[in-house]
């Protein structure tokens, strides 16, 4: 997950936190108030995160040394968050091809495999079956995702 993916992520789950109690985004613990307005409001997106997690924002930024928003306990895990989360840009990293000859990329520990890289067609992603290089393709990847192919798509 990148920097703008979890930004986005986060500011969905605040659009949440008034209607429920939750943990802090940021790090996790069971530490935020039960009334979500009396809780710090993060200086990196908008999302109340709690007091400790607020002061150690305001230290990071006095030190010049911010922790990624990829890096907050919610982006590491979405599922445990009850996050539907959509990646909206996949940066795929070529390893190689399957026995069957088809690219294979990696992006974020997952396997994605192009299934039809003729040139001059638009990728066709799925997921790999398990999770295994050599393994059968398996859900197919929306369109409305934007791919970005590392060092670039190879095509046949």
Excluded at 46 to 56: A, L, N, R, T
Excluded at 74 to 88: E, F, G, K, Q, V
Excluded at 99 to 119: F, S
Excluded at 126 to 142: H, M, R, V
């Amino acid at each position: 997950m990148n920097e703008i993916e979890a930004k986005t992520l986060i500011e969905q789950f605040a659009q949440k936190q008034e209607q429920g109690f939750f943990p802090c985004p940021r790090c996790g613990r069971m530490s935020m108030s039960t009334r979500v307005t009396t809780n710090a409001m993060s200086r990196r997106v908008s999302c109340y995160i709690c007091d400790s997690c607020g002061m150690e924002e305001a230290l990071e930024d006095m030190n010049s040394n911010r922790l990624p928003l990829q890096h907050w306990e919610i982006a590491l895990d979405p599922d445990s968050w009850r996050m539907d989360y959509t990646p909206t840009m996949l940066v795929l990293q070529l390893l190689g091809r399957d026995n069957w000859d088809r690219p294979v990329y990696e992006c974020c520990g997952k396997l994605y495999v192009d299934v039809d890289p003729r040139r001059g067609h638009g990728p066709s992603l799925c997921t790999k079956n398990g999770n295994e290089f050599n393994g059968e393709p398996d859900a197919l990847i929306s369109s409305e995702i934007t791919i970005k192919f590392i060092p670039c798509r190879d095509i046949w």
